[in-house]
């Protein structure tokens, strides 16, 4: 099976998932995480009409969006989903269309001042460590209301969801369950929760954009 069949499979699950949950159409936004695979992969998926890309490095991303970017005459919107060094923010406000990995002060400081030089206000999103799992970067939720309003207010970010990985080895329903409340609280309209193999849970929680890479673009490595 092709990428585009996958695709056109994704989105129709995207659709029943949101139909079942009340859902209106357009409700929820398709993030194709492309991070490991080329533009040969890439464009075929452009092509069947995918516009919103999420990649985890900004060197990759810098070393093949330029060129896809080129191709198609209209906007594509690129995401930052990965974690973000603050020696790398300048490439990445340069790079991508929206933030989703704001996880600390520093970065955030860093956003701000490359946003200011550069003139792009992009949209951020806070990463929350719902499972507060040592090894994952995120805001932990008892901090999450209090790091928005800094970012908002310290550092001038146009900060508009938050995102979340749920533990791999927990039902994920609890932690969008817990994204959905603290999304609530801090008067956010994005919530970016669900991935391959839980988008279709994330939807009926209610997600706003799910990022979605091997039920797309297959295994990787293979």
């Known amino acids: ?10 989105c129709t699950k995207i659709a029943e998932a949101g139909r079942a949950a009340s859902r209106m ?32 490095r900004v060197q990759e991303a810098m070393a093949k969006w330029p060129a896809l970017r080129e191709r198609l005459p209209e906007p594509l919107e690129l995401h930052l989903i990965g974690p973000l060094q603050s020696n790398k923010a300048k490439e990445a406000v340069a790079t991508f269309d929206v933030i989703e990995s704001v996880d600390r002060e520093k970065i955030a400081a860093a956003l701000s001042q490359e946003m200011a030089k550069q003139q792009r206000q992009l949209p951020c999103y806070v990463q929350v460590n719902t499972g507060l799992e040592t090894q994952k970067s995120g805001i932990s939720p008892h901090e999450v209301s209090a790091f928005v309003e800094r970012c908002q207010t310290v550092h001038g970010l146009n900060v508009t969801g938050l995102m979340c990985i749920p533990p791999v080895e927990e039902n994920p329903a609890r932690h969008f369950q817990l994204l959905m409340r603290l999304a609530d609280e801090t008067g956010l309209e994005v919530r970016s929760m669900g991935m391959s193999g839980d988008y279709e849970v994330a939807i009926r929680k209610g997600a706003t954009h799910v990022r979605v890479g091997s039920a797309i673009f297959g295994p990787r490595g293979i």
């Open 25 to 56: 159409p357009g409700d929820v936004t398709l993030v194709a995480v492309s991070k490991t695979y080329g533009e040969d992969a890439i464009w075929p998926v452009i092509e069947a009409g995918q516009r919103v890309f999420g990649e985890n």
């Open 1 to 10: 099976m092709d990428a585009v069949t996958r695709w056109n499979e994704v």
